[in-house]
């Protein structure tokens, strides 16, 4: 328990490691705690390949004609876990299908944008405790000079017929949100101004989401990191939260250690 308590207390927090504790106390344990190794997921990996191809293609390392046949030649190289069974739909096909597609038509374009940073590494504090994280795109405006941080995600986002988002979908946003406002303070610390936009490429959908940088719920999102890390420093129980898809198709600790699956 002295060895747990050490590595709790010496911790680097960061936002996934903070969203894991809240889906799942005991999953968190095993994996940062004990030391586990994980494993990958299907969706893990697709969207880790569709991230390493658009850093790829924002570094230039990749031309515009040239992402849609470097995804063709490394979709199975990369993606390599099998997707969840769905006897309606080969999801597979689905997701490769999708992914040429938003690539054969891409709508991620930079002329008009200073590229600050791509993944770019961010450590910051949030209170008392030391914190990293990874922006996906940073950019600011050539002429306005404003700065905006771009998450890429592969989940899908709801909206209405008027394009405004679906109700249902706002606890789903707001774990977005927390985590590009916790980065906006490192992006504060570097550039003396707070960003402008926080916007997601939402790119199996082939599709945006922009919101207002807003001071109320950046401050909100600096307090939930700051409370669920003090609940980490309490933990005791380490309790699980099984979930059935969550618990077979998604954690990383599930076919290693967990012994909770429903």
């Known amino acids: 328990m002295d060895e747990d308590r ?15 504790y809240e ?26 390949l569709m991230h390493k ?40 096909q689905l997701y490769f299908d999708k992914g040429l597609e938003y690539l054969d038509h891409i709508d991620l374009l930079l002329d008009k944008y200073e590229i600050l940073g791509v993944e770019k590494e961010v450590k910051f504090e949030v209170g008392d405790y ?4 990874y922006i996906d795109l940073l950019l600011r405006e050539k002429e306005t000079k404003e700065i905006t941080i771009v998450d890429h995600k592969s989940g899908s986002v709801k909206f209405k017929k008027n394009g405004e988002l679906s109700k249902k979908e706002e606890s789903h946003v707001l774990g977005f949100k927390r985590q590009l406002y916790l980065y906006s303070i490192a992006v504060i610390q570097e550039y003396g ?5 926080l916007q997601w490429n939402l790119f199996k959908d082939r599709n945006w989401l922009t919101v207002e940088f807003n001071y109320e719920e950046f401050i909100e999102a600096c307090h939930w990191a700051e409370e669920v890390v003090k609940a980490i420093e309490q933990e005791r129980d380490w309790l699980p939260n099984p979930s059935r898809y969550f618990c077979w198709n998604i954690c990383d600790m599930r ?6 699956k429903p």
């Open 6 to 20: 050490f590595i709790i207390d010496t911790m680097l927090w960061s936002f996934s490691r903070l969203n894991f």
């Open 53 to 92: 191809i658009l850093e790829k293609y924002e570094k230039e390392e990749l031309s515009l004609f040239e992402i849609s046949q470097y995804y063709v030649d490394n979709f199975n190289v990369f993606v390599t876990c099998n997707p969840p069974k769905n006897k309606y739909t080969d999801i597979r």
């Open 193 to 197: 101004v707070k960003p402008k936009y």
């Open 130 to 133: 030391k914190m990293i994280g």
């Open 23 to 48: 889906q799942c106390p005991y999953g968190f344990w095993l994996k940062y705690v004990q030391c586990n190794e994980g494993e990958p997921n299907f969706f893990g990996q697709y969207g880790s």
């Open 255 to 260: 076919n290693c250690a967990c012994e909770y």
